[in-house]
Structures are given as C-alpha cells and as structure tokens.
C-alpha cells in the first residue's frame, strides 16, 4: 500500500507545491508539472492497477488479432474431436490445446474469439451509458427544479430494480441477441453514470468560475459543455472504467440465461449456458470461459481502483 | 423523527408508482397480442377476440387499463399466470420462502466472515492479510456467480460428494410445509436427519449467492474501520491506556458499523439480483427460479407481477435500512 513515510521525491526546499514528478518542476522555477505527469506517478506506484492495464492491453491485442492468434475458427465444427480433453489430460492433442466441447468446437479458439466480443460488449454499452447518461445528469444539474426533479424519480425508479432483473426484463422485451443484450444492459446502468455527473455539476455549479462565465454571457450550452463538463471527467472515468466491469459479467449473465448472445456466437456467458450439462465429464468447457471472464473483470476493476486512488486528490497525501 | 420517517416513506410511494408503471408498459411492450398468444396456435375467429379483448378489458385506452392494474395490485390481484392459471401473488408467495432462506443464509454468511475480516484487516493494515482479503475480495466481485457456483459444484459435490447438486432436501425425506423454510420446518419436525439434510443442500447456494456481498462487506468494514481508527478520540481512548481490545471492539467498531449496516441492507437488492442465477444453477425451487422460467414460457402477467413484487421488496427493505439509518446516526435524522 501506498507508504506514508513521506515522498522520496519532495523537493527538499519543502516548497508547498503538490507532490513533485520526477521528471519536472524541480529545480526549475517551481512549475508545477504536467497533469498527466503527476498523475501516471500515482498510478503507476500501485501495481495492482499496473497489472490491469497490461492485462487490458493484452487483451485488446488477442481481440484485434484473433484471426491470427486463433488455431481455428470459433464455430468450425470437428465431428470426429468431440469433447477432446485438454492436452494435459490423456486423450488431449496439441491441436487443440484446451480441448473440445459437445460439438468439436476447439475452445481455446473460442476463448480468444470471445474477448474480442467482451470488449466490444464493454466499449459499447459503456459509451452508450455514459453519453445517455451525461446527457441526462447534466440537464438534470444544470436547470434544477421541476426538470431535476423528474429526472432523479426516473433514475430512482430505474435503481430501484435489481440490476440483472432490469436487464432481465429488457432483454426478454427486445429479444435475444447480442445488440439487444447491450441495450438492456446500458438502460440498467446509466442512473449511475446520471447521478454522478448530477452531484459534480451541482459542486460546479456552485463555483466561481461558472458565475464569472455566465456573467460573461455565455449560453447553458456552452457552459455546460465547455466550462462544467472538463472539471467532471474524473470520477466519470472511474465510474466508466469499472462500468467495463459491470458490462461484461452482466452481458455474460444475460448469454448464460440465454437471453444475450446466441448459439454459436462466442461469447463468454453463452458459451457456460451451453457446458452445464457436461459440467462432470468435461469440466474444462466450463472453466476456461469463467477464467477469462474473472481474468477481464479483475483486470478492469484493478484499473478502475488505481484510477480511482490516483485520481481523488483527497488521497495525495 | 416523526417527519424523518413520512418523508421517506413519501419518497416511496411515487418510486412505487413508476415501478407499476415501467413493469406495466414493458410487459405492454412485447410484441405479439396478449389474447393471441394465449389462445396459440389455433387462432381465434375475429368476434372472439373482440369478445375476448372486451373481457379482459384490452379495449379500453391504456391509461385506464394502468389504473384498473395499479387498483388490482393495491387489493393483492396480480393477474394470473397464463401457464397455471393461478393467481400469480399466490405462486410468488408459495416460492418466497425459499429465496427468502436462500438470501438470509447468503447474508449470514457474508457477515459472519466479511465483518471480521474487514476489521482484521483494518487493524493489520499493510500485512499480508490485508491484501490476502482485499485481494479475494476483488477477485470475488470480479467473478460471474454463475462460474463460481458450478466451480463449486464441481469440486465439492462432483469430485468430493460432500454436498448434494440441487434442490432444497434430499428425495427421501417429506416434511410439512409450516412456514416454508426448510429449516425452521426440520427442526420443528424434529426430524434431524431432514434437518441436516436441508443445511446441506443450503451451504453451496448461500456460499455462491453471498460470494458478492461478502467482498463487499469486507471491503466496507476494512475502509470504515480505517476512516474510524484514524480519529482523534482512537487516540485518547489508547492514551488513556484502555486494552487494544476494548478500544477496537467497542469504540472504534460502533462508530464504524454505521456505513457498514446500511451496506448490508442495500445488498439485499443484489442478493435478489444473484438468487435469479443461484437458483437457476442449483435447481433451487425460489422466485429467482420462476422469474427465469416465465420468460422462457412467455408468461407475461407472471412476469409482470413478479417483477413489481420483486421490486416492492427491495424497495421496503431500502426503507427499513434507511429508517434504521436514522436511528443509529442522530446526525442524519436532525438533518433538516
């Protein structure tokens, strides 16, 4: 954990400047360094957070490059290599490396194939939250009144179901499918990403530099967009960074129900709805899709964390 | 105190409300006719269905139909099931009890284990126990439950036998149903091999559905506790040289409860989130169980109604914690 003996790094002048990067502002005139700087200082002392984004990035290299990485197609089906145990096992192959499921479809390649879906899952139902729900939260801040207040009973009604019976509910209204998945999935989670920008634009709102704007002249547009807007980004992209998270292992509960991705797509969650019952003779057809999803989900809550701690100035101690 | 609690209790009713509502229109949503998809294949001749439309008031504007729904569920009528026919408040009422022992046994757990290590965990901040909890607890928010519970499965009921794979007692035991739950039920039976049969088949489901709500909770009392023993009457208690017991386990854990208990309380809406995967995984017969089922089988005013009352629980349960909120924190209920 983060060392409370005090930073190696302060300058010895003692000058009260915020905790000095290595790279600039010492020595010079005082400048204090860049943000960017100063913050990857922080984030990369934990190594928790370091991890998820390596994990992340490596990610997002299988995903991009599954075509390649991928020993065989996701859906090509060898009739003649059902359930092949993985190749420690005996009656495993090199060929397929972590084995077969129930209709010779090689699993690893399923796997790989799959992370490029999760993190598309996550990108989009992530964007589509976070725009609705910016868009939403700000009007609900900035004007107050009536409009807030409306606003806040929608969201509250929305919270008040549990979040995978929402998604449930949704999703069994649109259909199955993928894209449906995601939409039913990002209705769910944008009260949150509202109600977050809501209390930052309250706590702008109350600021100097937001009266000076608007005694300046400037339109709720642009003070939203232009002035309140930057000063909210951190906690949105922590919230957004663990809504990754959320995406995926709530995409993957809709696929295990049966209500997300279909039959053959490889999508994590289905590909478990369709291993249970081979759960006793090839247990390794449940596993290796788990795996992945807990290894993707750890490695964005890992991340969101880190952002998080580097992030919240009341931590910069 | 009078007002702190009507004006919750206000801020329930509308939030009620538009549940009726969004579970209303959603279930109004889906497409295919109501009467169509009830009379099948068969078809129905077009003076049937206006006779029909007629009788279940499908003709009146929408608007109308919503009050007469919002007046029926006030009296207890949530429709009936398209599949059994029976009243759909009565078909949730036969299952509640088994979630309800379900999420308890889940909640139990993750108290029992989560309260403590958290507070070790605070006390030894830094050591390897601190990150070995923080650690698992990540690591168990991070996991599809579903995963986890046939992980569970897998090595303790296929490759260990220790614990049966699903349902709530073993085939060869009949117990009256008194209150519904199968344990209060054995013990009242005396019944004791039913009994321990029945805490069997409890221990992998509330394991797997407390898995989330124990990280939470450790993770909650590890960082209320830290925020607690960072103040400044910590240090007069020890300065004033009172055991490290009794300033840990008496004033520090009291003030740090305080967060700690609402968190509990607003897991309740995620351990009815998890029972739907719980109990589908472990063939548990609850409301989690059903709710997947009716989708499957289409049964629409099922859905409906178990969706509203679903969400009428979580929501009294959020009422209770936020009045019991009030109650330990003076600070909150003077607010005004």
Redesign the interface.
């Known amino acids: 954990?983060r060392g409370i003996a005090g930073d190696p790094d302060a300058s010895p002048r003692g000058t009260p400047s915020p905790q000095p990067s290595p790279r600039g502002g010492e020595g010079e005139g005082g400048t204090p360094p860049h943000p960017l700087a100063e913050f990857w200082h922080h984030f990369r002392r934990n190594t928790g957070a370091v991890a998820g984004l390596v994990v992340i990035v490596l990610l997002a290299v299988v995903a991009v490059f599954a075509d390649v990485l991928a020993p065989h197609s996701p859906i090509a089906q060898y009739r003649d290599a059902i359930l092949v145990p993985p190749v420690w096992q005996d009656g495993g192959s090199w060929t397929y490396v972590l084995g077969t499921d129930d209709i010779g479809r090689d699993v690893l390649s399923r796997v790989l194939y799959g992370a490029r879906l999760s993190l598309l899952i996550g990108l989009i139902v992530v964007t589509l939250s976070l725009a609705v729900g910016l868009a939403v939260g700000m009007t609900a801040g900035f004007f107050g009144g009536v409009v807030d207040i409306a606003i806040m009973?929608?969201m509250?009604?929305?919270l008040?179901?549990?979040?995978?019976?929402l998604a449930?509910?949704?999703a069994?209204?649109l259909?199955p499918g993928l894209f449906n998945a995601m939409l039913s999935v990002s209705v769910v989670v944008v009260p949150h990403y509202a109600r977050l920008t809501r209390a930052a634009v309250l706590a702008e709102m109350s600021k100097d530099y937001v009266v000076a704007s608007r005694v300046a002249g400037a339109g709720p547009l642009r003070l939203m967009l232009v002035d309140v807007l930057p000063n909210c980004t951190a906690p949105l992209i922590v919230q957004a960074t663990l809504g990754f998270?959320t995406a995926i292992?709530d995409a993957?509960?809709l696929g295990?129900?049966?209500?997300g991705a279909q039959p053959p797509t490889p999508e994590w969650?289905t590909m478990?709805a369709s291993s249970?019952q081979f759960?006793?003779r090839a247990?390794w057809v449940?596993?290796w899709?788990?795996v992945a999803?807990?290894v993707t989900?750890?490695a964005f809550?890992?991340l969101g964390?880190g952002l998080r701690d580097a992030l919240d100035p009341k931590l910069k101690r | 105190m009078l007002r702190f609690i009507l004006t919750r209790l206000g801020?329930v009713v509308?939030?009620f409300l538009?549940?009726t509502l969004?579970?209303f229109v959603?279930?109004r949503?889906?497409?295919g006719d109501p009467i169509e998809v009830r009379m099948g294949e068969r078809g129905v001749s077009p003076e049937r269905l206006a006779e029909l439309r007629h009788e279940l008031g499908l003709d009146q504007p929408l608007w109308k139909q919503f009050l007469d729904y919002v007046g029926g569920v006030l009296s207890g009528d949530f429709g009936e099931s398209l599949v059994t026919r029976n009243p759909v408040l009565g078909e949730f009422l036969a299952l509640f009890p088994a979630t309800i022992e379900l999420a308890v046994c889940a909640m139990l757990f993750a108290v029992l284990v989560g309260l403590p290590a958290g507070i070790v965990a605070a006390v030894k901040?830094?050591t390897w126990f601190?990150?070995g909890v923080m650690g698992a607890s990540?690591?168990g928010?991070?996991?599809?439950i579903?995963?986890?519970g046939?992980?569970l499965?897998?090595f303790f009921s296929?490759q260990l036998g220790w614990t049966p794979v699903s349902g709530r007692l073993g085939l060869m035991f009949y117990v009256e149903p008194v209150t519904g739950f199968m344990l209060v039920d054995t013990w009242m039976a005396g019944d004791w091999d039913a009994f321990r049969s029945a805490l069997h088949h409890l221990i992998l489901p509330a394991v797997v559905l407390g898995t989330i709500p124990l990280a939470v909770v450790a993770r909650m009392t590890r960082s209320a506790m830290l925020e607690v023993l960072g103040e400044d009457y910590i240090r007069t208690a020890r300065a004033k040289g009172l055991r490290e017991v009794r300033v840990i386990g008496l004033h520090a854990l009291r003030n740090a409860l305080i967060p700690v208990v609402t968190v509990i309380g607003l897991q309740v809406?995620?351990l009815?989130?998890?029972a739907?995967?719980t109990e589908?995984?472990f063939a548990w017969p609850g409301v989690g169980k059903w709710?997947?089922e009716s989708?499957?089988r289409r049964d629409y005013p099922a859905?409906q109604g178990g969706?509203l009352l679903?969400?009428t629980t979580?929501?009294g349960v959020?009422l209770l914690v936020d009045l019991l909120y009030g109650v330990l924190n003076p600070r909150i209920r003077h607010a005004r």
Request: net charge negative; hydrophobic share 60%.
């Open positions: 954990m009973r929608l509250d009604i929305l008040a179901l549990p979040s995978l019976l449930i509910v949704v069994a209204i259909g998270s292992l993957a509960a295990f129900l049966g209500l969650g478990l249970l759960l006793q247990p449940v596993t899709p788990g999803i807990l989900v750890l809550n890992l964390d | 801020l509308p939030t538009g549940v969004l579970s959603l279930i949503l889906v497409p901040r830094g601190d990150h990540l690591t928010y991070s996991m599809p579903f995963w986890w046939l992980l499965i897998l296929v809406g995620t009815l989130g998890g739907i995967l589908t995984i709710l997947v989708i499957n859905l969706v679903v969400a979580v929501m959020n």
